[in-house]
């Protein structure tokens, strides 16, 4: 079973518009953490923000917030005011405490931002 | 801030061949990942590292092995080389006493071509 669905393959948001990139995940450990990544068309990889299944605030990061819903198991990713270097593929990743700390990745959203 | 560093960048390799990617993680960071990001797909865990020592193991083929030396950085060997090795390799690093809320900062990815 998927332990990480990203539902949205691809999304298009208008310039200087919210958007909202959804995650859900799916473990039995009570400890694990959420993370989420920025992969632009030139490859790397890049931390954006995290979430501890602990932590009672939803992080923020700049123009990212993350809403955890702990009991419907997701962890959406939303991006402020967005700007055209947002365009990218986004991946939500999970550890679990039982791991010895990889992440599992879904299979990403490609977004796109429009002038 | 020094980030990870992977070399080489590009390789192009015949198959059969044997090819070793290097990973120099950011300095005091103790844990190294390896992932594997085929075309299109999302990251997957191979192996890691945490003080010099194999930590745990993911879908890595028997014909790769990998190690992490006294300064802490890590090279990922691979033999034999198949067409479906081609892909985008990246190393992490993150401070394992960092606890759940540990941070994995990726390098920018060594991309193996195999012909």
């Known amino acids: 079973a998927q332990k990480i669905t990203q539902t949205q393959p691809g999304m298009f948001v208008q310039e200087k518009e919210a958007v909202t990139l959804d995650c859900t995940y799916d473990?039995?450990?009570?400890?694990?953490?959420l993370f989420w990544y920025k992969q632009p068309s030139s490859g790397e990889m890049i931390f954006l923000i995290y979430?501890?299944?602990?932590?009672?605030q939803n992080a923020t990061e700049g123009r990212y917030s993350l809403n955890f819903q702990k009991a419907r198991k997701s962890a959406n990713l939303v991006i402020s005011a967005s700007q055209l270097g947002d365009s990218a593929m986004y991946f939500c990743?999970?550890?679990?405490?039982?791991?010895?700390?990889?992440?599992?990745f879904g299979k990403g959203t490609k977004l796109s931002v429009k002038p | 801030a020094a980030g990870v560093i992977q070399s080489p960048r590009h390789l192009i390799k015949e198959k059969r061949e044997t090819a070793t990617l290097k990973c120099y993680p950011i300095?005091?960071?103790?844990?190294v990942y390896w992932y594997q990001q085929g075309p299109g797909q999302d990251p997957q865990f191979l192996i890691s590292?945490?003080?010099?020592?194999?930590?745990d193991k993911g879908s890595i083929p028997d014909r790769f092995s990998a190690q992490q030396f006294s300064d802490y950085h890590s090279e990922l060997n691979m033999s034999s080389l198949e067409l479906g090795d081609s892909a985008l390799y990246f190393c992490?690093?993150?401070?394992?006493?960092?606890?759940?809320?540990?941070?994995?900062?990726f390098g920018p990815g060594t991309r193996l071509l195999v012909l």
């Open positions: 992490a690093s993150s401070d394992r006493l960092a606890g759940l809320g540990e941070t994995q900062y």
């Open positions: 473990t039995s450990d009570p400890s694990y953490g």
């Open positions: 979430q501890g299944s602990y932590d009672q």
């Open positions: 990743a999970m550890r679990e405490r039982g791991s010895q700390g990889n992440l599992i």
């Open positions: 300095p005091r960071h103790d844990t």
């Open positions: 590292f945490y003080e010099k020592m194999q930590s």
